[in-house]
């Protein structure tokens, strides 16, 4: 726009273009298009006491006035204005970079001219702080860079503004679209994709490191606090994602051998010699092909899922899976008040917070109904307790988390907790126990049991004499309860 025409078109009241109009249509114009709160045609029809059709009409005869007197010699340099500031805004415009534009600054100090200069360059609407023309959306914008964008090929932050003035969004607009929104990340110059799932974002720190990575590594890149443990079990399940050793994680559609875990591999080696092979060159293949240790590879060749023999290996058979007797008792912590009862007290510690699940001895595990290659779900309040013995594991059963108890109870390291399952109703119940309780209320909390002598107490849900209960005690590793006791 020539500067004269600008200085001409400062000089112009912009409202002057509504004299063409009666006051009354000038008023139902502005209170339609220009209201912050833009009242609905029957709202105003109840004001003005007549029909919304009638209201309607009257606001687009004033719409239909006013383009035509723009187009009159008399406003020509306020046409350019508009012309200018059609071309600046585009048909998507941040609203906080207003002040900077120029065709509007004389009137900044005027919101209700520069409403309506808007509403001759669009009319915008205005949606999560942007100014939008008809049948454009902050969603269907993003959708649209988010089609350009190619992990293979991530496009620059030049080209995604060059695609994205074709659809008339003019650069400053595109730049806010592709820096501020939490659906992209630009890296190194270029536009990526940041979904909103920690493996969307997993997915696009792999494209960008083009090689396999540590869960940490990984993480680290995001940049966000989440559990390790947590995004290293969704790693785990993710189809597109696949582990090219112990611990590392890749893109599956990589040319590369995929690590299925240290037992499944130890299996397939078995099935490739026919059945059964020799541990020694099992171990001396795996060694060479993954990044893995040779003592984790002989600790999963030991559980349960494999028989060893004089340097022979196999897979065990159903026929083979025995349950071996279980003697609960013998476990430190472990208490059963009555039949159907087995309480079991574990310490909070740190991998408790964090919610980790935990080992679980197996006579303990079995007699909870976690037989070799099962699970039992126990209920709580807070969900489901699962308890598993996976006959890959190279260190037998364990239990899911108790994350959700202790944030509800607000347990913290050093706390014990107390698991009360009922292995008929297939049901556990929950309590924490504080550090410093006299002895007698200790065991009652432990045990279920409520006796003055904490020692009877204790021989009940040991099923022994009480004379034999310090002994026992000790032998099964609960010396700290054997010290406490008078």
């Not at 942007?130 to 860079?145: A, D, E, T």
């Not at 696009?204 to 869960?215: E, F, I, K, M």
């Not at 599956?252 to 490739?272: N, T």
């Not at 899911?400 to 009922?422: T, Y």
Request: some cysteine.
């Amino acid at each position: 726009m020539p500067d004269h025409e600008l200085e001409e078109a400062i000089f112009v009241d912009p409202f002057s273009i509504l004299d063409v109009v009666s006051d009354h249509a000038k008023e139902l114009f502005c209170r339609r298009n220009l209201d912050a709160n833009t009242p609905t045609f029957r709202a105003l029809a109840d004001e003005f006491g007549v029909t919304a059709e009638a209201i309607r009409r009257t606001v687009r005869r004033v719409e239909k006035r006013l383009v035509d007197t723009l187009l009159s010699d008399e406003y020509r340099p306020f046409r350019w204005l508009v012309s200018d500031l059609t071309r600046s805004l585009g048909s998507a415009y941040p609203v906080e970079y207003l002040d900077s534009v120029k065709e509007l600054q004389p009137w900044a100090n005027d919101p209700p001219a520069t409403s309506l200069l808007l509403w001759l360059v669009g009319p915008y609407n205005k949606s999560d702080g942007w100014l939008l023309k008809k049948g454009v959306s902050p969603s269907g914008l993003k959708h649209v860079v988010e089609e350009l964008c190619d992990l293979d090929l991530a496009p620059t932050v030049e080209e995604i503004i060059s695609e994205l003035s074709r659809i008339d969004i003019v650069e400053s607009a595109a730049r806010k679209l592709i820096s501020d929104s939490d659906r992209f990340r630009i890296i190194d110059g270029q536009v990526f994709v940041w979904g909103r799932t920690i493996i969307d974002k997993a997915v696009t720190v792999l494209s960008l490191l083009g090689r396999p990575a540590t869960d940490s590594e990984i993480l680290e890149h995001i940049g966000e606090y989440r559990s390790l443990r947590s995004v290293r079990n969704r790693l785990l399940e993710e189809p597109v994602i696949m582990r090219t050793d112990r611990d590392y994680f890749a893109l599956r559609k990589w040319p590369l051998e995929e690590y299925s875990g240290i037992s499944e591999e130890i299996a397939e080696r078995i099935e490739r010699a026919g059945g059964e092979a020799e541990l020694e060159d099992v171990v001396a293949e795996l060694l060479a092909t993954f990044d893995i240790s040779e003592s984790s590879i002989r600790q999963y060749a030991a559980a349960y899922r494999f028989v060893t023999d004089e340097g022979r290996i196999w897979l065990r058979t159903d026929e083979e899976i025995d349950v071996p007797v279980s003697a609960p008792l013998t476990v430190a912590g472990a208490f059963q008040p009555e039949a159907r009862r087995i309480r079991y007290v574990v310490e909070v510690n740190a991998d408790t917070i964090r919610g980790s699940g935990r080992g679980l001895p197996r006579p303990l595990a079995i007699a909870l109904g976690a037989t070799p290659g099962k699970e039992e779900n126990y209920l709580t309040r807070e969900g489901t307790l699962r308890v598993i013995w996976r006959i890959e594991s190279a260190t037998g059963p364990d239990m899911g988390s108790l994350r959700a108890f202790c944030a509800r109870e607000g347990g913290s390291v050093g706390d014990s907790i107390v698991l009360d399952f009922d292995i008929i109703e297939k049901s556990v119940d929950v309590s924490l126990v504080k550090p410093g309780l006299p002895i007698n209320e200790l065991v009652k909390c432990y045990t279920g049991i409520d006796d003055p002598d904490p020692q009877v107490a204790l021989a009940r849900a040991l099923d022994v004499h009480p004379e034999a209960v310090r002994s026992m005690l000790r032998q099964r590793g609960d010396d700290a309860l054997v010290d406490a006791l008078p």
